[in-house]
């Protein structure tokens, strides 16, 4: 590529919890799941089945383009300035941090992170950049809304309900 025209589309990240062992689990809560009527059963897993979501979510990392999504997706109609957005992005880092989430900052700057999840969603034409201000490309309020679930299990928005994006996206 041309010198300073090309950029990554994004980060992946992954990360691994603390295993959670079934038998210990069993035996803490004096359960033997064969002994279970179906009722029964169905509400023990029901039970496991909510700590072991706990634990993923609790190691789930905080990605750039998260970040950046569940700022925009709290208006998607509102057009933010570079500033404002990047505000909003510092103010919600230092609250993920406080609450022990896992975030993933690139080359360890948060200027940075914030500038990779911005221009990944323009890139993607997820955001549009009108005459200096950011805001939610009207088309693909349902793709920004996925990727800013990623992370609303944190706390601080609401959940959206929203699909995986219907329509195909290059690079997504």
Excluded at 38 to 56: C, F
Excluded at 93 to 119: K, N, Q, S, W
Excluded at 127 to 141: N, Q, S
């Amino acid at each position: 590529m041309l010198r300073g025209g090309w950029h990554r589309f994004g980060y992946a990240c992954v990360n691994f919890g603390t295993p959670i062992s079934m038998r210990a689990y069993a035996r803490e809560r004096a359960v033997h799941f064969p002994a279970l009527d179906d009722m029964q059963r169905r509400a023990e897993v029901g039970i496991v089945a909510a700590r072991l979501m706990n634990a993923i979510g609790q190691v789930i990392p905080v990605l750039p383009v998260s970040l950046v999504a569940g700022i925009l997706a709290r208006d998607p109609s509102r057009a933010l300035s570079e500033l404002e957005l990047k505000a909003a992005a510092h103010a919600r880092m230092t609250e993920l941090e406080a609450c022990g989430a896992h975030l993933y900052i690139p080359r360890h700057d948060h200027d940075y992170a914030f500038g990779v999840g911005l221009r990944t969603l323009t890139l993607r034409r997820i955001v549009l950049e009108e005459d200096g201000l950011f805001r939610a490309a009207p088309g693909e309020i349902a793709a920004l809304n996925y990727y800013a679930n990623a992370i609303a299990h944190l706390g601080g928005e609401a959940m959206v309900a929203s699909e995986p994006p219907a329509q195909s996206h290059p690079f997504v």
